[in-house]
């Protein structure tokens, strides 16, 4: 390893994702301001930014070179603090600056606001899905509604009712998003560590926030067409955070022009396709390149977006409410 050169590698079940291809990159800008907090990123002229070589396994990528990222500026009110005051400081207001260091990091410093409202364990969550609908274009509104329902119902929910769940069928969609979901949540402890730990970790151990079963449930329901009462189980309370937490996301996505919209809208407008500028598409960063080979996806700054293939099943409608 040359010097300025740090080696990041992921753990083993990365390697039982590689029918995830956009997984590491959706998360790549989020780590590449990790970066930044952690090594700096070269801005005031006085050291060398350093490469970090990360080992990410996602399609087309053979692992015979690493893939040579740059710490990505983050853009945080008041500027970035340093290491010392975020990990050490101990005066009042301090944790406001590690929730602004935390929020820098998914570039989500505009939903500041609306995050702080939320109720705990929902926050970390709520941040998640905003960033995650902004990143991808491919999301749509009915799996918001899955995620969503799936984290208010599991509150109430015993292992054993969790175990006896019965699905229809899988659909390797919903094991992809749950997937995706649960490797946000593992890049949140990561950015929390480095923060200073603004959150509770506990707020967004997977056990507290996400159930796979119970998210492919809530997933092929909102396929089918349930509706909204139908998915939290005819709750009214559950019913009431659900629109509320939904507000949070939809309103954040907003500031970032990202319109959330039904499956169904968009088939009516383009037949055959799925995704506001084309199929599995999300945004990359800038500050990346392959050692040793080439890519086939568009890096040419923040905002770009990679283009993937995925198809889209239409299933029947049903819904239901009782009080």
Avoid at 91 to 115: H, M, T, V, Y
Wanted: hydrophobic share 35%.
């Amino acid at each position: 390893m040359s010097s300025g050169e740090i080696e990041c590698s992921n753990t083993l079940e990365d390697a039982l994702d590689q029918a995830l291809p956009s997984q590491a990159f959706v998360y790549r800008p989020v780590r590449q301001r990790v970066y930044s907090l952690l090594l700096g990123d070269g801005r005031d002229g006085t050291s060398t930014c350093p490469t970090v070589k990360e080992w990410f396994v996602y399609s087309g990528n053979p692992l015979r070179h690493p893939d040579l990222v740059r710490p990505l500026q983050m853009n945080i009110p008041g500027g970035t603090p340093n290491l010392k005051s975020l990990w050490l400081n101990q005066e009042p207001g301090i944790q406001g600056r590690r929730l602004d260091a935390l929020l820098g990091c998914f570039d989500l410093s505009s939903s500041r606001e609306e995050l702080q409202a939320v109720e705990n364990p929902f926050k970390a969550l709520c941040c998640l899905l905003i960033y995650l609908f902004v990143q991808v274009d491919t999301l749509c509104l009915e799996d918001l509604h899955a995620f969503i329902a799936q984290a208010l119902c599991l509150q109430g929910k015993s292992t054993v009712q969790l175990a006896d769940l019965q699905l229809d069928y899988i659909d390797p969609r919903a094991v992809q998003l749950g997937s995706l979901l649960v490797r946000g949540l593992t890049t949140l402890v990561l950015v929390n560590s480095a923060c200073g730990f603004p959150w509770r970790m506990s707020d967004f151990m997977p056990w507290n926030v996400f159930d796979g079963k119970l998210f492919h449930q809530k997933y092929l329901q909102a396929e089918k067409g349930y509706t909204v009462e139908a998915l939290v189980e005819q709750n009214r309370s559950r019913l009431t955070k659900f629109h509320t937490l939904k507000s949070v996301v939809c309103k954040a996505c907003v500031k970032e022009n990202r319109r959330i919209i039904s499956r169904q809208l968009w088939r009516s407008h383009q037949p055959g396709r799925w995704g506001r500028q084309g199929s599995g598409s999300h945004r990359t960063s800038s500050g990346y390149s392959r050692a040793g080979q080439g890519q086939h996806w568009r890096d040419q700054g923040p905002g770009n977006r990679q283009y993937e293939p995925d198809h889209w099943r239409r299933h029947s409608s049903s819904s239901g409410w009782s009080n």
